[in-house]
């Protein structure tokens, strides 16, 4: 380990349980501008030599700790996929950015035609790629998060009260994205992002657990219904609002991740143990997927083939919005 | 150059720190000092820069000087503790995060120090308290921080 930093006795141990599995060195970096959770920058991904965890340089103590932890736990379960199975990410190619942007399109198309106001042409036909990547960030991420978190609670006591805190923000955060854009997105599109978010909170705040983080703290539009009788919420429409629908469709997200995380999460720590957790990620992935009909958008390739993607993007969404439109499409649009 | 010049050339050292340039910094405090060896501040900044460069036995040098100028330093206290556990004197580094805590209650590093160092001497449940109090003013700084890039 390389880092000058002064640390917890057990964010000691995470670290060197990790280079000694991973058979690997990891150095940490403090930087004023990193991301609030940190950022991993490691070996299986990127075409590095040596894993990197980067974290707020305002985080001096128990957040630093947490952040740690986390990106720990997250390399080992990429390390130990690497190690033994191999390890994949959801990446994307032609074929599958075109069903994706066909799909979010007509469901575009479904909502216009309800809508008073329509969006620009130019307007909507931008949207697709962009709600495409929103959905692919969110669900690269949002499964492996409540692994991370389970295993960090049921083997890190000290850092609970930490984890609390982050999550509480996280989760408010996750909430407020995209709500600058709630009358733009298809309505499905906005209800699928919100309940993956509701659906996870819900799971950390059973499995943690805490009434703290019960995803409706977030939602703003609960706070009309403070107390409401639910004969009273039904008769203001309640039932037709996209949080309404957020909270049906992620109570059947919750039942979906339940099933998957099914998981011992105070094991020892092995290498196996670890490409469990990877395998349990994949098929929660998976499963998230076929529920929200998007199997087909996404592949499971290496990272390369993401970070090649990535460099693709603006070919792909010109390459699917032809295949959409064909020559009813202008090039000043694509 | 005159003694007037030294906050000027502490402000742009500071910079430097900020940068990660810790060389820059210290040849910076270095003449701070050789104009004014009496102020505080320069032998605490330098300590600051040379813990950041793992010169901590030298930081702890600057910190003695800092606080012998004036005792109630609590950032020079805070310092101290914090080379001091770097060279594995957590006894000291102990005394010095306590004397830092106790002068500046709202010193999260000095905390979070303290609650190491109790840690390692087998003082589990005092570390907690540390640690709880380190982490909730680390909260307070991280709220404010959100709230001012919300701001911007």
């Known amino acids: 380990m390389k880092t000058n930093m002064p640390l917890t006795k057990p964010i000691r141990k995470v670290i060197s349980d990790t280079e000694r599995l991973l058979d690997t060195e990891l150095t940490l970096l403090r930087k004023p501008d990193a991301a609030p959770g940190g950022t991993l920058i490691d070996v299986y991904t990127y075409n590095i030599d040596k894993n990197i965890i980067i974290f707020p340089a305002n985080y001096i103590g128990l957040l630093k700790d947490f952040v740690i932890a986390k990106q720990c736990t997250h390399l080992l379960v990429k390390g130990a996929a690497a190690k033994k199975s191999g390890y994949r990410v959801l990446s994307y190619n032609e074929n599958s950015v075109s069903t994706g942007l066909r799909q979010i399109y007509l469901d575009a198309l479904k909502d216009e035609a309800k809508k008073e106001k329509k969006l620009p042409v130019k307007k909507l036909i931008e ?36 984890q609390l ?35 996870r909170d819900l799971y950390l705040a059973k499995t943690l ?18 107390h409401l009788e639910v004969k009273e919420m039904l008769t203001t429409r309640w039932t037709q609002t996209a949080w309404y629908q957020s909270k049906v469709f992620g109570d059947a997200m919750l039942t979906i991740m339940e099933k998957h ?10 290498l196996d143990y670890y490409a469990s957790l990877y395998d349990v990620g994949v098929n ?51 | 150059m005159p003694v007037s010049e030294v906050p ?55 910190c003695d000087h800092a606080i012998l100028l004036n005792q109630n330093y609590a950032d020079a206290w805070s310092k101290k503790g914090l080379a001091l556990y770097q060279l594995g004197q957590y006894v000291q580094a102990l ?58």
């Open chain 1, 127 to 162: 949207m697709l790629f962009i709600l495409f990547r929103q959905f692919h960030e969110d669900i690269n991420e949002l499964p492996w998060n409540p692994i991370v978190n389970a295993r960090i609670y049921t083997r890190m006591e000290q850092l609970r009260k930490t």
């Open chain 2, 8 to 62: 000027r050339l502490l402000k742009r050292a500071e910079l430097y720190v900020r940068q990660t340039k810790y060389r820059e910094a210290l040849v910076l405090y270095d003449e701070a000092i050789r104009l004014e060896p009496k102020n505080a501040d320069g032998w605490c900044h330098r300590a600051a820069a040379k813990i950041e460069m793992e010169r901590y036995a030298d930081a702890v040098a600057d």
């Open chain 1, 165 to 199: 805190y982050i999550l509480l923000k996280d989760g408010k955060q996750d909430m407020d994205e995209m709500m600058d854009m709630m009358d733009i997105v298809p309505r499905r599109y906005f209800v699928l992002d919100k309940s993956m978010f509701y659906a």
């Open chain 1, 284 to 334: 929660l992935t998976n499963a998230l997927l076929s529920y929200m009909t998007m199997k087909d958008w996404f592949i499971w390739e290496k990272p390369q083939h993401l970070l090649a993607a990535e460099q693709q993007a603006a070919v792909y969404e010109k390459a699917a919005l032809k295949r959409i439109f064909g020559d009813l499409i202008e090039d000043s649009l694509v």
């Open chain 2, 95 to 152: 005394a010095a995060a306590t004397r830092a805590v106790a002068l500046n209650a709202n010193d999260a590093t000095a905390w979070y120090v303290k609650g190491i160092c109790l840690e390692e001497t087998g003082k589990s449940e005092e570390a907690e308290i540390a640690y709880a109090k380190s982490l909730e003013l680390e909260i307070l700084l991280d709220i404010k921080d959100e709230k001012n890039r919300v701001r911007k």
């Open chain 1, 209 to 226: 657990p805490s009434d703290k983080l019960m995803p409706v703290i977030n939602i703003p539009q609960m706070k009309k219904f403070d």
């Open chain 1, 261 to 270: 995380l099914n998981v011992d999460w105070g094991a020892d720590i092995s």
